[in-house]
């Protein structure tokens, strides 16, 4: 759990985080020749991604968290779900309509927990985030990260594909 989180376990009930990336803002579905093991399973997952739900209305979340405390004491009664998967919003990307996620229990201090709750607490991380992935847009978080991603590829484009390391 990151510092951020584990900081604010005993402030909020329920923790979501997560990086997005939109996926009409990819441009290349090729993976560079040296890249990780885990960079290329990250790849074709995305790939599988546009293959399912298409460019459109559609964004990837990774590197996603979502803590439950359940007690007042972080030690007993946290779940720790990482996720990662699609949201889809409407037609004018104001509202999540569908998510289409792989959650799974990461770290739990629950003794009493089951297998029939994790199963719950998974469908309930789905529903969870995508409340939180509307307060997301609302915020204009996601037209923020559209203007960047289109920044970056205006700038890549003008130097034939390249940005420099600092990408």
């Known amino acids: 759990m990151s510092k951020d989180l584990a900081a604010n ?5 329920l923790q979501i985080v997560f990086e997005c990336l939109p996926l009409r803002s990819i441009g290349r579905l090729d993976v560079p020749l040296d ?18 739900h298409g460019l459109h209305n559609s964004f990837y979340l990774r590197d996603g968290r979502c803590v439950y ?22 037609a004018e990307d104001r509202k999540t309509v569908h998510a289409d996620l792989h959650v799974q229990l990461a ?6 927990l089951t297998q029939p709750v994790v ?22 978080d996601l037209a923020r990260t559209i203007q960047r991603l289109e920044r970056i590829r205006s700038e890549s484009d003008s130097r034939q594909g390249f940005v420099g390391f600092g990408l």
Not at 107 to 112: N, V
């Open 9 to 13: 376990a005993m402030d909020r009930p």
């Open 35 to 52: 890249a990780t093991a885990e960079f290329r399973a990250q790849c074709e997952r995305i790939r599988q991604a546009i293959a399912k």
């Open 69 to 90: 405390q359940l007690t007042a004491d972080p030690q007993i009664g946290l779940l720790e779900f990482a996720f990662e998967g699609t949201l889809l919003t409407d």
């Open 107 to 112: 770290r739990e201090t629950c003794d009493w």
């Open 119 to 140: 199963g719950w607490f998974c469908e309930t991380v789905q529903r969870a985030v995508m409340v939180e992935f509307d307060r997301f847009i609302a915020a204009g």
